[in-house]
C-alpha cells in the first residue's frame, strides 16, 4: 500500500450521490477530490494535502455480472491508496435489487478484495436527509411525513429498484448469501454498549455483515468512532456500507475529537453570482419538474428537447442542433437556460419517446441513450459558449456529461442544497478545466420553500448556516 496518509476513501454507485458525500467530507474540513476513474499516485500529487479521495462510478444501474467485472479493479485501487475505511456509497433509500444495482454483489466483490473483519451497513443520516433505521428498518422523510421505506410513495413504485422490504437485513439477504446481523438502538447510545454488540453479533452469532440503526447525531457519533477504532486495529481496510451519513456526521466527528481533522475549517463556500448559467436536466421527478416550473418564472429560457426526434437515427442530429441553437441564442440574450427531456413524471413525451424508440429496436437502454446524447448536446453548448456555472439534474445523465466533458476530478466548493453541492471540475480539457458544475438528483431540493435551486446555482450558492 502507498503511504498517502488518507482517512478514508469512498466509491459512489452513481454521480449525484458521489458528491453527495464530497460535500460532507468538504463541509466538515476534510480536503477530498472526487475523481471520475481509479487515481493514480501521480493524480493524487496534483492536489495538496488531501484527507479524502472518492471514486464516481455507475454502479446503481448495473447487473452483477457487469459488478463482477467493473467493480474488482475500482476495489483494488482504492485498497492500494492504503486509507483505513473503504466506502461503497449507496443511495441514503438502500434501492437496489438482486439484478439491478446489487448492495450484495458490491460486498461479494469487496469481500474478495479485502477480506474486510466485518462490513458494517450504516444508511441513517438525520442531517441533511432525514433517513432513519430503527431496529433494521429504513424509514424516510417526504413532505414532512415520515414512511417505511417500504411503504415511502416514491421509492415503493421507484421504476428500477422498487423497495417492497423495509428491514435491511431481509433486503439484503436477497443479494448475497453472507450471514447479516445487526446492532440496534438499544446499544447505541452507548459506545461501549455498542462495541460488546458488535463483538458478540461477529464473534458469537457468525455474521458478517452487520446492520447498524441510526436515529439521532448521537448514534451516528458512536457509529463513526465504532467505526474508526475497528478500522485502525485491522491489518488491512475496513469496507463500509451506506449513505453519506458517514461523510456528513458519522466518521468527521471522531475525526475532529482525535484531532484529526477540525470540523470549524471549511472547503465550503458561497461563490459569487454569474449573468447566466445552464442547466441539461434528464430528470423526470415531480422535484425537478418544479424547478423547472420556478425556473420559468423567473428569468430562465426552457428549451424542450424533441426526445422523440432524438431516438430517431435520421433525425437525431436535427433534433440536437435545434436545442443547441435555441439555449445558444438564450445565453447571448444574457439568460439562463434550462434544456429538459421531460416535465415531471406525467409528461406524455416520456410515453411517446418510448414508443417511438422501441420502434427501432435499439438494444440499449432508453436512459442510457438519452444521457449519452444529452451529453453530446451540453457539451457543444459549453464549447460554443462564455458559460463558466452549469448544473445537470438527473443521476444518469449526470454519469454521461462527465464522460463528454473527459473530466478528471471534481472539487466541492459551495453548497446549494443537500446532496447537490457546487463543485469545481478538473479536466485536461482546457475549456472544461476550472467549470463550476452542480449534479442534482431528481430528488434534491433546497431547504425552504421555494424550487429555488437552479437560482441558487445561479447565484453561487447559499450562505453556510451557523
Not at 458525500?21 to 494535502?49: I, K, S
Not at 438527473?394 to 442544497?417: F, K, M, W, Y
Not at 463543485?423 to 476550472?434: K, L, N
Amino acid at each position: 500500500m502507498t503511504d498517502t496518509d488518507l482517512l478514508l476513501t469512498f466509491y459512489g454507485d452513481d454521480f449525484t450521490g458521489s458528491t453527495d458525500a464530497l460535500e460532507g467530507l468538504a463541509d466538515n474540513g476534510v480536503r477530498a477530490v472526487l475523481f471520475t476513474r481509479p487515481p493514480t499516485v501521480a493524480d493524487l500529487e496534483r492536489f495538496d494535502d488531501l484527507d479524502a479521495v472518492g471514486v464516481a462510478g455507475v454502479s446503481r444501474t448495473m447487473t452483477p455480472e457487469e459488478m463482477e467485472s467493473e467493480l474488482p479493479p475500482v476495489f483494488d485501487a482504492l485498497g492500494e491508496l492504503g486509507a483505513p475505511i473503504v466506502h461503497y456509497k449507496v443511495c441514503s433509500t438502500f434501492d437496489s435489487s438482486p439484478e439491478v444495482g446489487s448492495i450484495g454483489t458490491a460486498i461479494d466483490v469487496a469481500q474478495d478484495a479485502y477480506d474486510s473483519p466485518f462490513v458494517p451497513v450504516s444508511q441513517g443520516t438525520e442531517v441533511p436527509h432525514g433517513r432513519y433505521v430503527a431496529f433494521s428498518n429504513l424509514f424516510a422523510e417526504r413532505g414532512g411525513e415520515m414512511y417505511r421505506i417500504d411503504r415511502h410513495p416514491t421509492m415503493r413504485d421507484h421504476p428500477v429498484t422498487p423497495m417492497r422490504e423495509g428491514d435491511l437485513r431481509r433486503h439484503l439477504g436477497e443479494q448475497t448469501s453472507r450471514p447479516i446481523g445487526r446492532v440496534d438502538r438499544r446499544y447505541l447510545e452507548d459506545y461501549e454498549a455498542a462495541e460488546a454488540e458488535l463483538a458478540e453479533t461477529i464473534r458469537e452469532d457468525g455474521d458478517e455483515i452487520v446492520v447498524l440503526d441510526a436515529l439521532n447525531t448521537d448514534h451516528l457519533t458512536t457509529i463513526g468512532r465504532l467505526l474508526w477504532n475497528r478500522a485502525t486495529d485491522a491489518s488491512g481496510p475496513l469496507f463500509a456500507v451506506g449513505s453519506s451519513g458517514l461523510e456528513h456526521h458519522a466518521l468527521v466527528s471522531h475525526w475532529d475529537e482525535i484531532g484529526a481533522i477540525d470540523r470549524n475549517e471549511t472547503y465550503f463556500e458561497k461563490r459569487e453570482p454569474v449573468d447566466s448559467i445552464a442547466v441539461m436536466s434528464g430528470s423526470a421527478s415531480e422535484e425537478t419538474a418544479a424547478q423547472i416550473d420556478w425556473a420559468s418564472e423567473h428569468g430562465f429560457r426552457l428549451v424542450s428537447i424533441d426526445t422523440e426526434c432524438l431516438v430517431d437515427p435520421d433525425r437525431k442530429s436535427d433534433a440536437r442542433a435545434a436545442a443547441v441553437e435555441e439555449a445558444l441564442a438564450a445565453l447571448d440574450d444574457g439568460e439562463s437556460v434550462v434544456l429538459y427531456s421531460a416535465r415531471g413524471p406525467d409528461d406524455p413525451a416520456i410515453d411517446a419517446t418510448r414508443s417511438a424508440f422501441e420502434e427501432h429496436g435499439t438494444a440499449e437502454s432508453l436512459e442510457s441513450y438519452l444521457g449519452r446524447q444529452q451529453g453530446v448536446m451540453f457539451r457543444e453548448l459549453l464549447e460554443r459558449s462564455d458559460v463558466t456555472r452549469a448544473c445537470v439534474a438527473g443521476g444518469d445523465t449526470s454519469s454521461h456529461v462527465i464522460s463528454e466533458l473527459n473530466l478528471d476530478a471534481l472539487e466541492a466548493i459551495a453548497p446549494a442544497a443537500p446532496g447537490g453541492p457546487l463543485c469545481r471540475a478538473h479536466s485536461a480539457t482546457t475549456a472544461f478545466d476550472g467549470l463550476q458544475l452542480a449534479l442534482k438528483g431528481g430528488q434534491v431540493h433546497t431547504e425552504n420553500d421555494e424550487f429555488d435551486y437552479f437560482g441558487v446555482v445561479e447565484q453561487g450558492g447559499l450562505e453556510n448556516a451557523d
